[in-house]
């Protein structure tokens, strides 16, 4: 069992590497800033409180995700009503410098919609594969459902979003 100060090191360094990431993952899931803030914090927090519990031999995020997509859940449940930021063109912004053109602003804002029109899970899902390129046993893991549930969802995912950009591009 490893000290205290040496746990608290550990965790520090992991939050500092994974916060933007969780933030960005809070933020898929709930289209708002100040919500995913929230979340995200939170969910460091509970994952400081069970850190000592925490398997070593396995990835940090795709542990502490498994607290986030709980939490994001949960205040999507509690909180039906909220306004959302245009989370792909921060996520963009975020990496690449490069400025786009009104038909890639415009592509993106159709994109957003579309996939705010998607229930929470089935969001959370593409977010996990498209956004975040976690692989299928990552998400499996995660999502704590089989490799070929997690493909279906996807596929049937994928489905639900173009439909919902349908004539709109």
């Known amino acids: 069992m490893k000290n205290k100060t040496k746990l608290d090191e550990e965790f520090s ?17 709930l289209g708002n800033h100040d919500l995913a803030m929230d979340a995200s914090q939170e969910a ?24 986030l997509k709980n939490l994001c859940l949960n205040m999507l449940r509690d909180n039906k009503k909220f306004e959302t930021i245009d989370m792909l063109e921060e996520r963009m912004s975020d990496s690449q410098s490069i400025p786009l053109s009104m038909e890639d602003k415009e592509m993106k804002h159709l994109m957003q919609m579309a996939l705010f029109k998607l229930n929470a899970i089935d969001r959370g899902i593409l977010i996990l594969r498209e956004f975040e390129d976690f692989s299928y046993k990552e998400i499996s893991e995660i999502m704590e459902i089989p490799i070929g549930t997690v493909m279906s969802k996807i596929y049937n995912a994928r489905k639900k979003l173009y439909s919902n950009m349908e004539g709109k591009l």
């Open 13 to 29: 360094l992991l939050v500092k590497l994974n916060m933007k990431r969780a933030y960005f993952s809070a933020l898929a899931f």
């Open 44 to 67: 460091f927090v509970k994952a400081y409180q069970n850190f000592a519990k925490f398997d070593q031999s396995k990835k940090f995020f795709t542990w502490y995700f498994k607290i």
